[in-house]
């Protein structure tokens, strides 16, 4: 959850597919890249909008007793010293909350520190030099998929808090949904190195409702497809408005629904035994490639539908593309379901009035069905590991106290009191919340599923409440030597995408096959063959039924064939 | 001490010349040390440990291993490593012959303009433009479907719509075309042309010299120094290039303007900290090879 409504800037990168880069923690540029970088702007932007201010410094305790004498430090985000003149609402409810958590807890101070987390090489080296704040966001450091988190823990760049994640008992404080996935804070061996702190859509697309009603439709269907896409988008684009507004991605979001992507569950394959232990096949399926390839040039050069440009990166709700849906000169955007209530801010509604101008929906299916996009994902915090014990207890006390338990509550309910509207509550925060108050907060009356705008809140709970498909992070063991990164799939979608150069996709794609195997021939890996082909096994049973059950004519087209081609032979 | 007498003046004492000289002498090392100590920190101690790491498997935390050449193998069979090469130098080549000639011929038209206009000009080149403010600037001039510059391609010219920075072909030109506006050595030149003394302009028309001659014989061995310099920060700048392709571009399409610096920060962020390391130690020496060829070759003395 967001705690400060221009926080919503500062989005932590949407959890699409999740073993995106497989040992690589972050790649070049990749949408969370982007979205880093605009967090890290954002983030003190919005803070000092929002009054805070080093200002004194810390938060000192008052009284004494048994003195703790722990000093956090803390880069200002989510967890901050308290707001210097802090106005009623939100900031008067933080500073409450806070104050209250440091006479419980004598002798800890929290300063401010200059420092951006969502930095990835900043973040490295502090951690590396033992600067870092004592929370940062787990996704900048482990690339926001499972594979490469696990592994930034097995480096140690993570502190062990399974101690006090168990004294404060955060597992009772979650969301049920949120402590039930937890192989972006838990280890395989069963240690805890984060806390969860926001629930993330994966990436989607808001859509303007009275565009669409003029193409006779009320809202975008769960299941609509890349094809549908192309077709609604056309229908809406009417003079200078373009039915669709897309970063430079559009080919990241419309080949892995092919399966086929850097880390796609039909382009990459195990291979134990063999140093790094996956390779590439972009020529299996290149005929896939080219379809979609078609699909996206087709509607950006031919229906001239999309408004795009190979520079535009920017998808949050800070950015051109936005920027065109604001003033409807796009009926589509892409985003991430947290831009919601900075959205209406942008477009000064109210909650209520955006749920009315917008809906969202998760991005379109690929051609036989297959997403490879989870439900939600969570978006935890790690804890700086050259903390000592006691250190390490505060610091998990405090996080868990502000955003998880009381100071969550004593926060929103100043909101409320402030301004007996629960939807002003989702708009300093953002919905749903990691904690167990999405329905209901004591002492806030009303829920907030409504307040946060019917149609908005039921789009989420159907998105969020899809299976999820198994991820091969949370099956193997985490790798720590780094494999090939992004870097040529990128180049190739780059091309495909925007170069108006004469270019071979098939010719492309198994150059693009030579470069990643090549590379990949020259890691070792980290990771015990058997413990890896164990992994694996389970893994692929596991998505075959996955298949089965939600994607049968995928997993009968593609998934067989490619599992008879490339798993059977290795695994039996 | 009167011209033509044969009267020795007696030398100082000679312990108050060593007192002074070791005075001196410690005052010399007192104003350099800073400076020494400053290059150490920053300069030559990172050097010796970014080569150290290069051969290290370099963790973020833990135990360092060594691992001898084994980063700088697997770069050596990275197909991108020498596709980043390729780029930096051809956009190193084109963007001295862009960004280092063209000053140096405007600086000398210039000089021959009446002062106001030169003033103006000189203003105009050392306006203070935030970097990345003039680069988002041109990302808008460039773009394809409303930018400035496909409007003078397509309604102006009448050409055909222009991909500029979609082209693999022309990408690292269209990169460099800012170069020329933005980047400023153009005023050194200037200063220097104004150090000229204005006799030897003089003594040369006197002579016969034209236009042409004057430039050829006075303006430009007396730039030479400057010239030297400039060269130089330019070579070694242009190496290093990563702000404004990673800003414009991201190295694409295609990885067609991916300089060796981007992909080393790329590395960086993947994780890989031994290849970016080595890779940078590779990038070190070729830029050392260049600037011992260029120190060789190059003459800075204008009397030579």
Known sequence: MILVPELAGVLQPAPRKESRCFMSPSTRINRRQFLNMMAAGAGALALSACGVKAGDGTGTTPGGGAVSNVKLLTAGWPIDVPFANATPGFQVGYNKAFQAWLDLNPGVSVERIEFNVWDTAGLRTAVAGGTAPFHYPIGVLGGWNVPGIQASNAEGLFADITAAFEKHKVLDLLDPKVAANSSRWKSQDGKIFGIPYEVVSSEGFFYNREHLAEIGMDSLPLNWKWTDMREWALKMTKGDRKGLAMAAYALDWILPTYGIDFDGLLSHYPVPGKGFNWRWDFTTFVDDIVEGVELWRAMNFEDQSVYTDPNFWDYSQNGQLAAAFYDGRASMTPGIHLFFSDMAGKMNKTILEADEFMGFNRQPLGPLGYTYQLPFSNSAWAFNPDLNEEELDKAVSLFTYMLLSDGFVTTTQEIYNVNKDPSEIIRAIRWPFANKFSETIPGVEGSLSAATGKRFSEAINTIFSQPKQPEVGEYVPPEVNRGPGDTPWYDKLTRWGYSQDPFDVKADAAELENILNQQAKTFPSSVDPDAFAAGINKYYADMAAYLQANAPEFYEKRFIPFYDLRIKPEFG | ?304
């Open chain 2, 1 to 304: 001490m009167s011209v033509g007498t044969d009267v020795i003046e007696p030398r100082p004492a000679v312990p108050a010349v060593e007192g002074g000289r070791t005075r001196r002498r410690w005052l010399n090392w007192l104003f350099v040390i800073p400076a020494i100590l400053f290059q150490f920190f920053w300069g030559w101690y990172p050097m010796v440990i970014a080569i150290f790491l290069s051969l290290t498997n370099a963790p973020i935390r833990g135990a360092v291993t060594f691992r001898g050449i084994e980063n700088y193998v697997r770069l050596a069979s990275d197909p991108l490593v020498p596709m980043a090469f390729r780029v930096t130098l051809i956009y190193g080549i084109l963007s001295i012959i862009l960004t280092f000639i063209i000053p140096i011929i405007t600086a000398i038209l210039l000089m021959e303009m009446p002062p106001k206009t030169m003033r103006v000009m000189m203003i105009l080149w050392f306006l203070p433009l935030s970097g990345i403010a003039s680069t988002l600037f041109w990302q808008y001039l460039y773009n394809e479907k409303f930018g400035i510059f496909q409007y003078i391609a397509t309604a102006v010219l009448g050409l055909p719509p222009q991909a500029f920075l979609s082209s693999e072909r022309l990408v690292l030109f269209w990169l460099i075309v800012p170069g020329i506006i933005m980047y400023g050595p153009g005023l050194y030149y200037i200063a220097g042309l104004q150090g000229i003394p204005k006799s030897y302009y003089e003594a040369a028309e006197v002579e016969g010299a034209g236009f042409w001659r004057k430039i050829w014989t006075i303006s430009l061995p007396r730039l030479r120094p400057i010239i030297s310099m400039t060269l130089l920060f330019s070579i070694i700048g242009s190496l290093q290039e990563f702000t404004f392709p990673d800003l414009m571009t991201r190295g694409g399409p295609n990885g067609a303007s991916r300089t060796v610096v981007m992909y080393m920060f790329t590395l960086l962020n993947n994780g890989r900290i031994g290849d970016s390391t080595a890779l940078a130690v590779m990038l070190f020496a070729l830029i050392m090879v260049f600037v011992l060829v260029f120190r060789l070759v190059f003459k800075s003395d204008p009397d030579v």
